[in-house]
């Protein structure tokens, strides 16, 4: 078990390393400057600018010297928010966007699971193919499409929830929902069909001829069993959930990360780039990595001692 | 662990813990129209609170490091320099309430107003001498508007021959501060408006150390207002400042601005009355249209076509003639764009820049490349003959933008329709990319975009001369150098004004050196009980010293 989640935890900082290589060699192959009025420098200007930050100096040198940097915790200061350290706008902008995630993939998992139980229950009837349309739907139309509908008739025509803008926790609502959008579709797709495949499973049958009574089977012994599979999904979907709040927080005004990272891609803002990607990465790769060993402890076939038990 | 525990303790306190970490702005705004039964004392006037918009946030609000309007519009509302732009753009003395010049304009001495800055220290003259200096040490990104200033050793510090301390700046006493330029400059008085001139509080600055001007409490206001408070990626807060000399004129108690960063989301709010004024793109035009506040309004910018002059077709002006007379810009504005720009025949665009006796500029020189296709197809085949071809395929390199890509496909269209034989091809990159093959020189047209420096038709006509790090096509005809050498520093400003006129005709009449296509516009949605809100063309985009109200 240890030496198992050692591997990993190794394997991860050498995936996080690999990212970070590749980031700053692609961004190197950006063009243009991170100086924002670069229309109207002289050469001389811009060599002098150059010199002062350093972009003057053979990739490789950077590198090293940013790879040294961050060794040491520093992750820069930004161009384009002159002063302002690229750890101070992570730290400030990544509670919105955790928010605003962490509560749709909580509404989307509650959602997708009501809806994936009813229709596997009573599979073939109404219910069950509302449901199912309802998740095509989710799957296939992107959430940004929702967040506009639901700006436009939840907002400005019954103005139920604020239109936009960050001012309290009902503001947190409809982006929670916009993005939990293809999670409740993904969730409840999946259950749907893990539920089906575990009601025709012998040990059900069994259960239902001990006598149990039918909730007792579907609690104890469908659901539980038909729930395993689904924290796999919650990693990616997390993962999904991160990309989405890049249009989402736009739409909304949430003052989150998302945004400042298309920004600071447009104004070529080099150390935030690499800043919010690293930070990003981090996240996705630490998802990941509890998702396995989550599934480890929720499934006894799972063996994280690499099988030399077997 | 007990999970019951868990789900008591741990989860509720997580929640609560990251609902702390969310920074809720609940500024419970309210618009000037949610505001209407809020008049003071009931006497029915309004309460003189606004909520204005902005795309993004603030990038920096130490004004010696500024590079965008949306830090500029903010630092002009809450700060005063030597000299301010006024409700005509015409600049008028501000923080200085005398300027004495020297006999030969070499030596400008300034006497300062009495004005505080809001933590209650008067400014001074030295603040003056100590923000210029910081300019020109920490190689401000508009470092070079000293330069164009004219301002003594500028130059050579910019360009690391000297030291920031040889600056041509000077403080006499608290009161009085000394400026001394290489040269007579006429653009002097009105370069002195814009943020990179404004006085930083030495004491205050340096007390701050890396924490300056990153919050509201880290900034020093001396201006019309007050900067309350700021909230980063939600917005900021103005008031009245009570102390300011002027404080009579201004009208408004509270100003604040709102990040909104999508257009849609931006029109549904000011339909919910949660903000009095938004920008709309155009695809939101037609839907808005027909409603109360909806304004088009001129902006500063122009978009024109570069030639490369090294082109062995396009250096024939009789080819660069029937191009730029080819297109039908009424169509571009009016059908293609829709977004309040408007068809430009000149180089200087309309509306922002008059005369010493109060005319505008377009006005003076009028249409100057407005052509019909009959002329267009006349000069096309007249080109032609010359260069020895019977047609001509070229490319032009122009950014990705969906506003570009929609210019350069009507190009192509009318180019190609209007000029027999003509074969327009498209490239289009990234912005950055776009500018590198500018500055390259690597292209037959190019797209080209230009916003002014200051407020001044020089801004669009000095850098056609040659060498100019904006020319970028190897344009050069001594003439205009020459006429660009007088005007810069030609103190009689009446004669100064013919001469920009005649750099144009130049430009245009004479060279058809470039093809303009069209003055940027931008769409508003405003609240039709906002008066006086002043726009101007360079530097910040707006004041509210002037604001009401009604």
């Known amino acids: ?310 | 662990m007990d999970t019951k525990w868990v789900k008591r303790f741990m989860l509720p306190a997580a929640a609560m813990l990251m609902l702390a970490g969310c920074n809720f702005s609940d500024s419970g705004g309210k618009s000037s129209e949610g505001s209407d039964k809020e008049g003071a004392e009931g006497d029915g006037s309004k309460a003189q609170t606004i909520i204005l918009s902005e795309s993004s946030d603030i990038p920096t609000m130490d004004s010696t490091k500024a590079h965008d309007a949306i830090a500029f519009n903010v630092l002009n509302n809450i700060n005063e320099g030597l000299y301010r732009q006024n409700e005509s753009n015409d600049v008028e003395l501000a923080g200085a309430e005398k300027h004495d010049k020297s006999d030969d304009e070499i030596t400008h001495t300034f006497t300062l107003r009495d004005q505080k800055w809001s933590n209650g220290d008067p400014v001074t003259a030295h603040d003056y001498e100590y923000s210029w200096k910081r300019v020109m040490r920490e190689a401000g990104p508009y470092n070079y508007m000293l330069v164009t200033a004219g301002i003594k050793n500028a130059e050579k510090i910019m360009n690391e021959e000297a030291d920031a301390d040889e600056l041509g700046i000077k403080a006499i006493d608290d009161k009085t501060l000394e400026v001394t330029l290489e040269a007579p400059n006429p653009l002097f008085e009105t370069l002195l408006a814009f943020a990179t001139f404004l006085p930083q509080n030495e004491k205050f600055v340096e007390e701050q150390g890396d924490q300056y001007a990153l919050e509201a409490e880290n900034v020093l206001s001396n201006g019309p207002f007050k900067f309350t408070s700021w909230q980063q990626e939600q917005g900021w807060t103005l008031e009245k400042n009570e102390d300011y000399w002027d404080a009579d004129s201004v009208k408004i108690d509270k100003a604040e601005f709102l990040v909104i960063k999508d257009p849609q989301s931006g029109a549904n709010l000011y339909e919910t009355n949660k903000v009095d004024r938004v920008k709309l793109t155009s695809s939101l035009v037609d839907q808005y249209k027909d409603n109360d506040g909806f304004t088009n309004e001129k902006a500063s910018g122009t978009v024109f076509l570069r030639f490369n002059h090294n082109n062995e077709a396009l250096a024939n002006v009789n080819i660069r003639r029937a191009i730029t007379e080819a297109i039908d810009r009424e169509g571009l504005t009016d059908v293609i764009l829709k977004d309040g720009s408007v068809p430009l025949y000149g180089a200087v665009p309309e509306g922002f820049y008059t005369s010493p006796e109060g005319t505008d500029f377009r006005e003076l020189n009028g249409d100057v490349t407005k052509g019909t296709p009959e002329e267009a197809k006349e000069a096309w085949e007249k080109g032609l003959k010359e260069i020895g071809a019977d047609s001509l395929t070229v490319s032009i390199n122009m950014a990705d933008t969906d506003e570009m890509k929609k210019v350069g496909e009507y190009l192509q269209a009318q180019l190609e329709d209007n000029l027999p034989g003509f074969k327009l091809e498209l490239k289009a990159v990234p912005f950055a990319q776009r500018l590198e093959i500018e500055k390259a020189i690597e292209y037959d047209l190019s797209l080209s975009t230009w916003g002014p420096d200051y407020a001044d038709p020089m801004t669009y006509l000095d850098m056609w001369v040659k060498g100019s790090s904006a020319n970028r096509m190897d344009y050069h005809n001594p003439k205009l150098d020459e006429l660009v050498a007088d005007a810069r520093t030609d103190t009689d400003l009446s004669h100064r004004y013919e001469t920009l006129l005649e750099i144009e005709k130049v430009l245009l009449e004479e060279d058809a050196a470039i093809a303009p296509l069209y003055q940027r516009g931008n769409s508003y949605l405003t609240r039709p009980s906002i008066k006086n809100l002043v726009i101007h063309p360079a530097g910040a985009d707006i004041s509210l010293k002037w604001t009401s109200v009604e």
């Open chain 1, 1 to 310: 078990m240890k030496s198992y989640l050692l591997k990993r935890f190794l394997y991860s900082v050498i995936t996080l390393f690999i990212i970070v290589s590749a980031t700053f060699l692609l961004m190197q192959l950006l063009p243009g400057t991170p100086y924002s009025n670069a229309e109207k420098l002289t050469e001389s200007q811009r060599a002098i600018l150059d010199a002062k930050y350093g972009l003057d100096k053979p990739v490789a040198v950077q590198y090293i010297t940013y790879i040294g940097n961050l060794l040491q915790g520093d992750l820069g200061y930004s161009f384009q928010y002159q002063g302002r350290t690229v750890m101070s706008m992570i730290g400030d902008r990544v509670g919105p966007s955790a928010f605003i995630g962490l509560q749709g993939l909580v509404f989307g998992t509650i959602i997708g699971l009501i809806l994936g139980i009813v229709s596997a229950l009573r599979h073939n009837t109404w219910l069950d193919y509302t449901s199912v349309t309802l998740a095509v739907l989710g799957m296939s139309i992107p959430s940004f499409v929702f967040a506009a509908l639901m700006q436009y008739y939840i907002g400005v025509k019954l103005g139920w929830l604020p239109v936009a803008l960050w001012e309290n926790y009902w503001s947190t609502i409809m982006p929670s929902l916009a993005l939990s959008v293809t999670v409740t579709a993904t969730v409840a797709r999946f259950i749907r069909s893990e539920m089906l495949e575990v009601l025709g499973q012998d040990y059900v049958t069994t259960a239902r001829a001990k006598g149990l009574n039918e909730s007792g089977v579907i609690w104890k012994h469908v659901i539980r069993n038909a729930l395993i599979p689904v924290v796999t999904m919650l990693g990616p979907l997390a993962v999904s959930i991160m990309t989405g709040t890049l249009v989402i927080e736009k739409i909304f005004g949430v003052p989150g990360l998302g945004e400042q990272f298309t920004l600071s891609i447009l104004v070529l803002d080099y150390s935030v780039i690499m800043g919010i990607t690293l930070f990003y990465s981090a996240l996705f790769i630490a998802v990941v990595f509890i998702v396995d060993v989550l599934y480890g402890f929720l499934d006894p076939r799972i063996d994280l001692k690499g099988g030399s038990q077997a």
